[in-house]
């Protein structure tokens, strides 16, 4: 069983801290890792990609994958209120997603 | 019309009806999935078309019925729901070359409830 693990949360982070948010998968063979972010409400939104090992920066995401230890993250620097929202890693697996159930991230003023 | 627009927003349906929910991509892509999402679950796959073709079928109840009659429309019929199939059903698409798929985007989702 192809599985993504995350920590469901609530994780509490200071508005201008740093939030970083953590993921495992299970397949070894996976190739394509992202990162979303899904307000209340609403559908799933494409933050990051990211396919080799490191990080990979876009603004204030940063998006770290680690093949080895099976692991990857996402750093959101200089967080904002509006940040609060849930964060679904997703792995892909050929035409399959294999979706972890999300962390939910609350950004305090 | 941009991305992925997915019709009704919301649909309140008895589980002796039929409806349709209907999924239009703008974005040139050639795989469209159906996801069904409940609180606190990960998102279920439900079904994909790669190419015009159902590649997959997950388990998924006959109730529920996928169509796709084009690389841009997606539709699910439903009849005879039951209550446990309220959710947020969610509408993908993506590009496949080489066998090889990019990065999904969704629409907006339906928020179907059943009574």
């Known amino acids: 069983q192809k599985e993504v693990e995350q920590n469901s949360g609530p994780l509490s982070v200071p508005e201008g801290a740093i939030a970083s948010l953590n993921c495992t998968y299970s397949d070894r063979v996976s190739q394509s890792f992202f990162w979303y972010r899904q307000y209340s409400g609403k559908s799933p939104e494409l933050i990051m990609s990211?396919?080799s090992n490191g990080d990979k920066e876009d603004g204030r995401f940063t998006a770290q994958l680690n093949k080895a230890s099976q692991y990857v993250s996402l750093l959101i620097r200089d967080s904002q209120p509006s940040d609060s929202a849930t964060y679904l890693c997703a792995v892909r697996n050929n035409y399959q997603l294999i979706w972890g159930a999300g962390t939910k991230l609350i950004i305090k003023p | 019309e941009t991305g992925v627009t997915q019709t009704p927003r919301h649909l309140v349906m008895g589980m002796t009806n039929k409806k349709s929910l209907k999924c239009e991509q703008h974005?040139?892509?050639?795989?469209m999935y159906w996801y069904k999402q409940s609180a606190k679950k990960p998102l279920e796959l439900m079904f994909v078309y790669s190419l015009e073709e159902r590649i997959e079928n997950n388990s998924v109840p006959s109730r529920f019925s996928p169509e796709c009659p084009n690389s841009s429309h997606l539709f699910l019929h439903l009849h005879t729901l039951q209550p446990e199939d309220s959710a947020l059903y969610l509408c993908a698409s993506s590009q496949v070359f080489g066998g090889r798929y990019t990065e999904a985007f969704f629409g907006q989702g339906t928020r179907l409830t059943v009574v």
């Open positions: 990211i396919y």
């Open positions: 974005l040139g892509h050639n795989a």
